[in-house]
């Protein structure tokens, strides 16, 4: 009996402990779902704490990258921070201003480190999102991946009303995995219905098809920046540490309180409109 006990009391500890990884894992890949905005300040304290400042080493340096760089410590580049404020400020002034007037933010994280974070964000802000492979034809395709996401949109739509329920099991196998993949193909932007507004890069090297596609159907870049990329491509430059994740939390989340405030921006300007419409229907 006491052996019995002390049996369920080793399997309860287990389960707990297995409960609060799981939460745990869940709040780290879900960052921003609670995270205290009203208290996130633009200011170079708050960078030097998460490392922005640090950039590549110093042979990895790309020249056109130096009007940002402060110096060097022990042969690694340092970025100025007094600069990446303001080009900051500078590009959640814009992020702000298109979405305002009811654009959309693409976010594109495909790097490890990053993508649970861009995910997050993105759905905090009820913005469409890519962290997997970029879909060759997102921007210069647009019609194709439409008609995909909308295929992806319908199935799932019908899978929760129960239509292929009139199906063989096999033949609802073969749709539900045909979804599957096209939900992890495509899942981030299958409510992305027009073109975006803007897209918001966290890695100019590793997402470089998704910036030619942007230059190529004129659609305003935002990007962080670090010392070894090249950032003429990039309509706002962000000088940044876009490696540790520290950096990559602060920086997007930056981005993240611009699209919020840009969309309470919207709401209240059709509030302000919809407003003498009512008075005058009375």
């Known amino acids: 009996m006491v052996e019995e006990k002390k049996n369920s009391s080793q399997e309860d500890q287990v389960s707990e402990a297995n409960t609060e990884k799981a939460a745990s894992k869940k709040i780290s890949e879900d960052y921003f779902a609670d995270f205290d905005f009203a208290s996130l300040k633009m200011d170079m304290n708050s960078m030097l704490k998460a490392g922005v400042h640090f950039g590549h080493q110093k042979s990895r340096k790309n020249p056109k990258m130096n009007e940002y760089i402060f110096g060097t410590r022990n042969g690694v580049n340092i970025i100025d ?6 080009r900051l400020e500078e590009a959640t002034k814009f992020i702000e201003k298109i979405v305002s007037e009811k654009q959309d933010i693409l976010f594109v994280g495909t790097k490890k480190q990053v993508k649970r974070l861009i995910e997050s964000a993105a759905k905090k802000c009820e913005s469409p ?15 194709n991946i439409s008609g995909r996401t909308r295929f992806l949109r319908d199935g799932q739509e019908k899978t929760k009303r129960g239509e292929y329920e009139k199906y063989t099991k096999f033949e609802q196998m073969k749709i539900a995995e045909e979804l599957e993949r096209l939900e992890r193909r495509m899942g981030g932007i299958k409510n992305m219905i027009k073109m975006p507004g803007a897209i918001f890069v966290t890695g100019v090297i ?45 920086m997007i989340a930056y981005v993240v309180k611009s699209v919020l405030a840009g969309k309470e921006k919207a709401k209240l300007a059709q509030a302000a409109v919809a407003a003498p419409a009512a008075k005058s229907a009375k």
Do not use: H, M
Request: aromatic content about 8%.
């Open 129 to 143: 999102y890519v962290i997997d492979r970029w879909l060759g034809g997102t921007f210069t395709n647009f019609q």
């Open 81 to 86: 921070l007094q600069k990446t404020v303001n």
């Open 206 to 250: 590793e997402d470089d098809l998704a910036i030619k596609e942007a230059i190529k159907k004129n659609i305003p870049i935002i990007a962080l920046v670090d010392t070894n990329v090249n950032p003429s491509q990039v309509d706002y430059p962000i000088p940044s540490n876009e490696d540790a994740v520290s950096s990559l939390r602060l």
